[in-house]
């Protein structure tokens, strides 16, 4: 991921005109977005602005009705992800965690951390019968690298432990932690520090920053404005499914069109 | 502390064992107690039948209870030592790696002497638990590690008799080619299952497997010119063994071991596919798709090879049923076999290899060695599958976690 100056300035992630419908409701409404590579993005609005939407837009899980989605990882050639199957978008380079966590509970958390990997490795029926030396090797690098992840998020000592048996805020770790493990090139985190106490927050904000070091870029929704303004940097502000504002933290802050999104005021120019 | 709950029960347990002793004495009345002779037009009470029932039934309530606050004690004496709160999730595990090792050779062994101890009678009842085994395992595929219920299990099982069937009906082939024919048409069917019912979850997913087990014994039912309809196919070939001719008993001795070799190789296999990369999607999968999806798994494949490959079992144990009885037809292959494999699945718990093998030998053995208390065989057969789904409502056993640190 050696980027030079060239790729470093093309966006990694560019949306444009995304439109999102359901039934005659309008979820998202020519949305456009473009995320640098190595930049910690905040996406913030108002409950219902459309959020987890253009999340599920991004990552498949919803087909938007209309708008493109680039993807450009440094030093490869771009790559149209509209209309993609999820677990293509997953191996093209976007992760994901889910707002309300869903970790697989009645696995080890090792095990949910390899699956993770499921996209970066081969293994077919034949592998996994027969194991050849291959299959051997890339379960043994699988393992590896999934332990690795486990340590990072200090979680490496409870790798045998069902999932379900963790901590809250462990199992937001957790749930980061299989989504690094897809190899992303951009990681999409909604609410992550949701529910969490100060310190864990704290915790999680390091992490975060360590993983934009390793050279990934983040998206993240989240409603913990001293966390975004701290982090990002570069905010998108949504409200009723469009852009209203974006830019530097210290710029959207001051924006009135946020203020009036957040605090609300007199109809006067509706 | 546990010798003094066991040896002190409370009045409140004792009324609550007299209670459950008086319920079950006016459930099996009608039953165990009135004996009505139709043609001599008499009525016989047997009121000793009904002390039994409710002594006894209040004497497994009062243990119930007991071993249940035993257990409860325990667990609370364990979440006060806070060092130890992390073995609490470990504590129902009834057997530890290597008792089951020791325990699996045994029965091993067992199994292998069982046709030198045994009648040729006993040793066909073994051949076909054995058989259930495989189906149990095959169906674990689709229930246990993908978590999709499929009620139609035995139309796969049909597919592989017919195969072999049709087979030898038309072309003269013999069982050792039929066998892996059986088992990649009834991989086939399982496509062909799974294809429609890809968007199809849990209740939904259940009533179409469910409709297309039913299709597959319909047409085989009415299709007369095709699969010979209710007359079914006779004369069937048993395996053979290098064209070595064999006496009647030899051969289902011979037959029983063949048996036994399918099963060992259905344990290995599964057990190689439940610890890999496909295993962990399909888990993956049972527990949460959409999480599932966001890890870069493709969903439809992995549903497909799991239809598929729970198939190819079903249709392999359908040729070797096939050359069993050497005799089949439609009626071998109703829902209630599906419902049976099924039981078996739930019964041993859900993903559990060791859970499933134990719960087909039992829940086949069962009722042909209750046929000593004869008519009501089925009654205590019932009675078990109730007891062991209130004791036990995961399974005879967990699925066995894959642990990579060190035992603390």
Known sequence: MCGTIDTAMHPLLTVSALTMDFGGIRALDQVDLRILPREIVALIGPNGAGKTTLFNCLTGMCRPTGGQLLLTPPGRSQRRLYGLPPHQITAAGLARTFQNIRLFPNMTVLENVMVGRHCRTTAKLFGAIFRPAATVREENDSLGMSLALLDRIGLGDQADELAQNLPYGAQRRLEIARALATSPQLLLLDEPAAGMNPQETEELEALILSIRDDGLSILLIEHDMKLVMRLSDHIFAMDYGRLIAEGAPDEVRRHPAVIRAYLGTEATDA | ?408
Not at chain 2, 95 to 121: C, K, N
Not at chain 2, 234 to 256: C, E, H, K, N, W
């Open chain 2, 1 to 408: 502390m546990k010798k003094k709950s066991l040896t002190n029960p409370t009045g409140k347990d004792i009324r609550h064992a007299l209670m459950v002793g008086l319920w079950f004495m006016f459930l099996t009345f009608p039953l165990l107690v009135i004996k009505v002779n139709p043609i001599e037009q008499t009525v016989t009470w047997r009121w000793a039948n009904m002390l039994w029932v409710g002594g006894a039934s209040a004497a497994i309530a009062l243990a119930c209870r007991l071993i249940a606050a035993r257990r409860t004690e325990k667990m609370e004496h364990l979440s006060r030592m806070p060092e130890q709160t992390a073995l609490r999730h470990k504590l129902p595990l009834l057997f530890t790696q290597d008792r089951l090792r020791l325990l699996g050779a045994m029965v091993m062994l067992l199994l292998l002497a069982f046709p030198l101890a045994f009648s040729t009678y006993q040793v066909n009842i073994m051949t076909t638990a054995l058989m259930y085994v495989i189906l149990g395992l095959g169906l674990n595929i689709v229930v246990g590690f993908a978590g999709l219920l499929n009620l139609g299990y035995v139309a796969f099982y049909a597919v592989g008799a017919y195969t072999y069937g049709l087979l030898h009906l038309h072309f003269n082939l013999g069982f050792w080619t039929a066998l892996p024919i059986g088992g990649l048409m009834g991989a086939l069917f399982g496509l062909l299952l799974g294809f429609p019912v890809l968007r199809l979850r849990g209740d939904y997913l259940a009533i179409v497997t469910l409709g297309f087990g039913e299709i597959i014994r319909l047409v085989l039912e009415n299709w007369g010119a095709f699969s010979q309809g209710p007359s079914g196919i006779a004369d069937i070939p048993r395996p053979g063994l290098f064209g070595i001719g064999m006496t009647l008993d030899q051969s289902l001795v011979y037959q029983y071991y063949l048996t036994i070799a399918m099963a060992l190789f259905t344990v290995f296999m599964v057990n190689r596919l439940r610890h890999s990369r496909i295993g962990r999607a399909w888990f993956a999968l049972r527990e949460d798709e959409i999480a599932c999806q966001a890890m870069g798994i493709d969903t439809t494949a992995l549903k497909l090879t799991a239809f598929a490959l729970g198939a190819a079992w079903s249709g392999m144990t359908g040729v070797l049923f096939a050359a069993k009885t050497t005799f089949i037809n439609p009626a071998s292959f109703t829902f209630m076999e599906s419902a049976i494999i099924l039981c078996i699945v739930v019964l041993g718990g859900m993903g559990s290899i060791i859970g499933v093998a134990a719960a087909a030998l039992i829940l086949m053995l069962l009722p042909e060695y209750l046929r000593a208390v004869a008519e009501y065989r089925m009654l205590v057969f019932g009675a078990v599958l109730v007891v062991m789904m209130i004791i036990r409502p995961r399974g005879l056993m967990q699925p066995m976690r894959q642990t990579h640190l060190p035992a603390r």
